[in-house]
DNA sequence: CACGTTCTAGAATATTCGACG
DNA sequence: GCGTCGAATATTCTAGAACGT
């Protein structure tokens, strides 16, 4: 009985409840259960009093129970006796290991570890730490992240200044190189209305004939226009056929002529090179009182019906040679004159004024002077009208000739404006894509990361910052 | 005496301790040290036979010395007695808070707590919430950064737009630009070889011949162009034919001009506008083959003046005639001379009327209006080619001139179409570049970093779609 | 006894607890201490068998314990219940407000509430694991980032490559388009100095003066370098003075103006387009064999040397002086002719070399090629200056007026100088700010974040990288 | 929900054993 | 062997929790 052992491993409350249940003595306080699985303290009293002092170091129930309970035993309620006799009333404990004949499953009684302490806490310890290290490594490493996406962000920044800078230097260039091919397109534009004056005859000759796609409203309101302008600032406009001698009449053509040149030379009237024609022909006019004369101003026509009236009646005279002559080199000069139109028309038609202004206004590419165009041009376009006015000045009967010449010059310059449309196109269609992006610019919806504040509202004022200058030039669509 | 209580927060041993040391019944068995600071256990069998067990639960001194050492208490060596009595040899402890009459200290006393666990726990606690603390942080700010990240890669997609976009504007600008020289560039050519065509007859005999590097076809159509438009604007191109003497002799040498620039027309020369001069200067050779004379070109005023001048005494009357001639062909030439000056001055000071138009469009970088610069153009053209058209007057003996001019001329023209066309081509070929392009705007195929997933590879793509597009151009070369 | 009420808000327990511990009949089973501050229950057994389930529903002393406890009674050791034994050993439990004869103090009596203590440890466990979770989640999110934002670091190291190249193109365009209008603009400039020349003399009448705001230095010298040039490469150069009628003096004057043509002009054609001029004059000159005369080519000389020539054959005889005449006014004619053919050649003309290498130049925007535009220039405006040297020719009695002319003409040439000096300015300045913002390019202080180490140092490699390539150019002022 | 009852667990201390220097 | 201590267990007291009222 006594002689019970202590096995290994098997902690000593529970060998010393298996050695005091098991022990047939002390069946009537504590002993196993019916079907030897569980125990059943039948007296807790005298158990508490007489049996625990026996085996443990105390003589409370509860510490006995609070060993049961440490090591895994639990209480089993019985439904049995409750009514009849509360002191009969059993405690009794169960635990898998602990049954009746298996003394061998003692061992597999563990007693519990208060709370986990060791492992589990260390464990959760030690995870805690790593997790602390965690955290402060990753808060390492997203400050990192974070200066560098405030570097980039600055970078940025200057890149969307470097990208309106370039947009804006395009778009300066842009409007340069604009006035570049616009002067270029208005230069050979004069040039054409000069042209057309004289040239016209010999065209004939040559088979081409123009494809007549040429707008003619252009040249037309040019003419027109300068007409207009000189109609008026000359006032020997009225080409009077005259009777007179070919000399006479040469000279009034030559001074119609040259006076023309002259007046294109200088000037004071109108604007400002136009001007001085009307002084030259003023002062041709008083020069040439008596003869009502040639003083072929604005348009070609008249001067060429002028001419041919003259020439009819010069043609009568004997000196008709000398006449004749005289006409030839009036011809000649005629030619010159109306090559020089031409040329100058060519040239620069417009050019007047265009260095002092023109290349500032490229340069300065404010584009407010650009108003500063307009009255250039119609002095311009002036200019060159009343300048092929006295170029013309042909024989009758060379009269044939011109018509000719002029129908078939007609075709190719059609062909050639057909083709500066293109060229216009060309360049217009550069303009448009780029205007038609221009709406968009407003649009850079860039909504920049807000750097410190929590989120988005810096769009705005950095779209204000760097979309705004972009407005009067194109921006490419975005998104 | 012995209803000593257990004091707040002493412990049981503690308080036992002092009691049985305290307690002079048992001064044999356990007392105090002579100095009070320590205490002695003189009598060890009794005192764990009999003391021990009245206050504790064991009889084991080694559990009342291992209660001891729990309590921080330290045994002391006495070197006394060692010898003589070894039995005597009383064991003794010491505490700094367990001394006789200070039982005030014993709360100081305190039992070690073997595994931390309480505080280390306690401290895990607190610093498990500031992990959590600190990781809900991290959290938030990661969400921030990578909000900015977004945003930024946002900018980023909208900056390689504008890059892109800037890009393309390069691009066509570039385009543009070339055309422009090339246009000029051939349009210079043109004048050159026109410029060389005057000289021809003289020419002939000089082997050398233009360089005919030349597009033709360019010139043509412009000379065309211009044809055509003057033609129609003007009505008066016809040339009234004089049978005169000295007019049919003056108008020859117009003529000879006229037929130079005839000549011009049609391209035998390389380019275009500048035929007009050659045929002029070709008929004049041809046409004064008796005169050496002085097809002078340079300035008309002045030419026609001296020409007057001395026609006037060549051919009318002697003295008068040729005083008047003189002067008057000595005020055309001052006529051309003034002429030139004008053009020059156009040249130069060309504003006029660049103004009206030019500046308009220039100004109104509306592209729309920027197909006018194509009827401008080719109004030029057409002036240019009316011009040469115009220019030639030849009398009837001269015709054969003017055929050989009129073939030139052709050849002329129809070398200025190439050249335009091949102008067109290049602006269309710009056209076509440019809206090929433009299709292609859409890419800003930007792989913007991958938001969600993991990562990388989207340089190689990204760079693929934006290189691509800039084909044409020079792309830098990345990375 | 039982009289005892339930006072408001005193648990049932405690006020049980009260009445049993104060009742007298019970004092031998449970009773105060002796001081009153505490209660005992003196025979367990007893207690638990008689008294408690008089006053609850059970009889376990376990149960009313945990009730004294739920309640915050405490139990107190007495020492010498330690030793004796057990059952003399009585359960003692105090209460602040559970005194003898403190019946009111009762009702300070809580009842514990369950302190959720579990939760809140197994809650920190959780929120362990659940903390381990996010920070590795973050850890993750972070990692995205972190490629993210080296991913778009690499986009904006390339765009930033982008922008630099876009900024050279830009340059390089800027450049191209300077050249463009530069060379216009010396074309412009040369016609200008041609023509001032000749019209002086009209030019007198008119009361404007030329206002010379002009820069000879830049005319000057290009017009000696034409001279040079051509001086050379003609051979006719030697303008003989001879003694000859009106023509002679014309002549003369026409040298003296044309010289002083020669003076404003600069030319370009020394290269190539002049080439083709020196035929053709060549070949009129052959053609016209007879007279020695008009071989009038490039060159004034020639010009000058012929006209003389042919002066001096007028002055003696009659016809001789009509022939003379004729002659004269043919030279003068050709001479208009080839000023002409030299106008279209400097506005064109330019073009041979123009495009051999101007265009290439244009082109090639190396920079180190931008020399060239110089020598072009100045061979342009010898080819002007050459030109003007044939144009003007004059009678003696006029002579005067070349003379002013000459003087007028420097006037307007000055004019025209400055203008053109001022563009040239502009575009200097242009390039000068361009040039003088170069050096600035240092800056782009872009500080790119450092990708991998802490931090900033990257910024200088960086900008390296990317600012030394916009050093020909101007860049955006960086912050 | 508040309280009561019961069973179980936590916690501090106590006891024991063993390791270590 | 001795002193100290770690560790497991024991004892005690208190608390947690489930369940019931």
Known sequence: MKTMKKNTCVPGFVSKLWTLVDSPGTND????????????ILDEHRFTKEILPKYFKHSNLSSFVRQLNMY????????????????LCALE?????FQRGKEDLLEHIKRKISSVRTEDTKISQEDLCKALEDVQQVRGKQDDIDQRLHNMKRENVILWKEVASLRNKHSQQQRTLSKVIQFFASLVQGNCII??????????????TPPAKISRPCVLSLDQASIAMFGSSNGCNSPSSSGISIVDITDN??????????????????????????????????????NPSLTVTGLEDDILDSILQEGGSEMASHQRDVT?????????????????EDLQTLLLGKQFNIKAEFIENLFNPDLSDAEMDMPENA?????????????????????????????????????????????CCTLDSDKEVTSSGTPKKGQCPIQPANEDTGTTDLSTAFLEDFCIPFNDTDSTPFL
């Open 29 to 40: 306080v504590i002993c196993w259960s019916l079907d030897g699985i569980n125990f059943r």
């Open 72 to 87: 895994g035993f639990r209480k089993v309620i019985s439904i049995e006796g409750g009514l009849v006799k509360p002191n």
């Open 93 to 97: 404990f169960t635990h898998v290991y």
């Open 195 to 208: 042209g057309i004056k004289n040239k016209r005859p010999l065209m004939l000759d040559v088979s081409e």
């Open 253 to 290: 053509a030559k001074q119609g002529t040259s006076t023309t040149g002259l007046s294109a030379a200088d000037g004071d009237s109108v604007l400002t090179s136009s001007n001085f024609m009307t002084k030259d022909k003023q002062e041709n006019v008083k020069g040439k009182d008596p």
């Open 324 to 340: 004749l002559n005289r006409n030839d080199i009036q011809c000649h000069l005629d030619g010159v004159d109306s090559s020089f």
């Open 379 to 423: 002095a311009n376009m002036e200019l060159v009208s009343e300048w092929s006015g006295n170029t013309t000045q042909q024989s009758v009967q060379e009269s044939a000739f011109p018509l000719e010449d002029s129908k078939g010059s007609q075709h190719t310059p059609a062909q050639v404006l057909s083709l500066l449309e293109e060229l």
